[in-house]
């Protein structure tokens, strides 16, 4: 049995949620065990990102200013992102996240602000936590592999926090599958 079918996501109760219009923002904050420069190089090495990101890159999202291709796991849709801020190992900008990271007794606070439409938070909210769940075991060299897209979304651990933070945050998640009309 492999690490990622033994894996199993907590309690929907690490992702916040700041409410504006038909775009929130999820903001999502970790203490890691690993100082800052190990943390900001797990979210810019493409390498390393294919192991735990929802997303793929190609490019260079350590350079402000740089352009990069950056793909949504399960979509195939590539898209510009445009690299806004990357003040190593601190901060880091670009499309519609924000990552800060501060020192904290050897290790680092990790926070996330992902701005995304409303009636997908709760999707959100349930694949940071279990994203940064893979991040966490992996910089502590327990990989477990990438869970993500349509991997994540069929796991019993994602649908069960995608009804818990739809719960907290008030919202009725969209259905997986349905047609649009």
């Known amino acids: 049995m492999s690490a990622a079918v033994e894996y199993a996501p907590g ?13 929130w923002t999820l903001i999502v904050t970790r203490e890691l065990r690993h100082p800052p420069e190990l943390v900001w190089e797990a979210l810019i090495d493409p390498e390393q ?7 793929e890159v190609e ?14 796991v399960g979509t195939g849709a590539v898209t510009d992102a445009a690299v ?13 996240l924000r990552w ?10 990790l926070t996330l602000w992902h701005s995304i439409p409303r009636n997908y938070v709760a999707w959100g909210a349930a694949g940071w936590q279990i994203s940064l769940d893979v991040l966490e075991r992996r910089l502590a060299g327990a990989r477990i592999g990438r869970i ?14 995608v ?19």
């Open 11 to 23: 309690p929907a109760n690490q992702v916040e949620v700041h409410k504006d219009g038909e775009w």
């Open 49 to 55: 990102l294919r192991e735990w990101a929802p997303f």
């Open 59 to 72: 490019g260079d999202l350590g350079t402000e200013g740089a352009t990069v291709k950056l793909t949504w």
């Open 84 to 96: 806004k801020r990357a003040d190593p190992p601190r901060v880091l900008e670009f499309q519609n």
């Open 100 to 109: 800060e990271l501060e020192p904290l007794d050897g290790g680092t606070r």
């Open 148 to 161: 993500a897209g349509g991997a994540a979304m069929q796991s019993e651990g994602w649908r069960r926090l």
């Open 163 to 181: 009804v818990e933070y739809a719960e907290q945050f008030g919202v009725q998640p969209p259905i997986w599958g349905a047609k649009k009309s």
